[in-house]
């Protein structure tokens, strides 16, 4: 699967021109992605799968892209 991340996440997880390429268990879900990845669930404000919303508890496969969005800050 493919992973793009956003905002703040990019100081962790990196930022790469045609996303971050991971491997995932099958059955896995965007909670488990997260913890594989070591990025707590509350640094991620909202997700997309292929496109749509996600949950943390949806499913992935392979060939998924996720996008992942830090909350926003600033004044």
């Keep these: 699967m493919t992973l793009h991340a956003h905002g703040e996440l990019t100081t962790r997880l990196g930022r790469a021109r045609g996303g971050i390429e991971v491997a995932v268990v099958p059955g896995a ?33 392979d060939g998924d892209v996720v996008e992942m969005f830090s909350p926003v800050a600033g004044g």
């Excluded at 997260?34 to 992935?60: F, H, I, M, T």
């Design 29 to 61: 879900t965007i909670r488990d992605l997260l913890a594989q990845l070591e990025v707590p669930a509350g640094e991620v404000w909202v997700c997309s799968r292929n496109g749509a919303l996600a949950k943390l508890d949806d499913p992935l496969a």
